[in-house]
């Protein structure tokens, strides 16, 4: 196999970058995973490390279902005395995060969605995650482009923070098994990545579940907090020309206190999905998403039917 290395960046996140490379055996371009290491500081190095890795494991077990990251290619792993160590994989290549590939039209926006929704179902149900860090850097596109036949795919991404619910259940008996009361759930039980796409009502209610010793309320609670951190990608996606990542921190803050206070949409943001395309069903259901409440907001099954033809 061989691939360059120092190609177009892709994206970046806290435990790795994502570049795009070249193939030779197989003639095609493809996305390069590198692990961020820095020999300075080793657990932070090890802990990059475990996350690619475990991260190409799983999206091999996800088999490319839809809505989720293709599985990769190679791993690769190469140790030199002369230099930090490459660890990553390669996979097929996505055209960029949704932030900068948004989808033009209501129905490709509809499918997109659909599409990611179903793939969280998929994450939930048949293979027993959570994915613990959904927001638009880690959702996926590939444009028409890439895909060939005119349309746009979405798919969820970054699984290295991942967790599996028998591992939870695992973490959840031995914190109880010591029959403590907290205020606030263990860390190892946390579950999430990205506090900016976290409802902080969701931490007193799973808080309460751990202290009751009910795992099966915790599951459904982190399964909640999934279907939040989509939701509010897809709002802040469709709603802001550029996404999350071009709207103003005053405005950012207003729509969370707004969801917080009221488990609503505020009317402007309506209004901007509205102009972009979304129908009434498509905001309704996004605002289930989001609901402050945990047990109000949908399965990941029933908010992907909010985006049905």
Known sequence: ?????????????????????????????????????????????????????????????????????????????????????????????????????????????????????????????????????????????????????????????????????????????????????????PGGLWGTWSPSFCSFTDIDAVTKAYNEGNFEKYKKIMKARDVYALGLGLVFTFAFEGGYGKASYDIRASLLTHISNKGTLPDEIKIALRKNGLGEKQIFALEKAISSDWSQRPTAKKSSSGFLF
Request: one cysteine or more; aromatic letters at 10%; a positive charge.
């Open 1 to 185: 196999m061989e691939i360059t290395f120092d190609g177009a960046p892709i994206g970046k996140g806290s435990s790795g970058k994502v570049s795009m490379v070249f193939q030779l055996l197989r003639g095609k371009f493809a996305a390069f995973k590198l692990a961020i290491i820095n020999q300075k500081d080793v657990a932070y190095a090890n802990a990059a490390i475990r996350d690619v890795i475990k991260e190409a494991k799983l999206l091999k077990i996800f088999d490319g279902s839809e809505g989720l990251q293709a599985a990769p290619h190679d791993v690769v792993d190469i140790t030199s005395e002369w230099r930090d160590p490459v660890v990553g994989h390669i996979s097929p290549l996505y055209s960029g995060p949704i932030n900068s590939v948004v989808p033009e039209t209501r129905k490709q926006r509809m499918f997109c969605a659909k599409q990611l929704f179903s793939g969280l179902k998929k994450l939930h149900g048949k293979f027993g995650y959570i994915h613990c860090d959904i927001k638009p850097d880690n959702i996926f596109m590939k444009s028409p482009e890439l895909t060939g036949d005119g349309t746009y795919k979405a798919v969820l991404a970054d699984f290295g923070g991942a967790r599996s619910f028998v591992d939870l259940k695992k973490i959840f008996d031995a914190e109880k098994s010591q029959k403590q009361t907290v205020k606030l759930i």
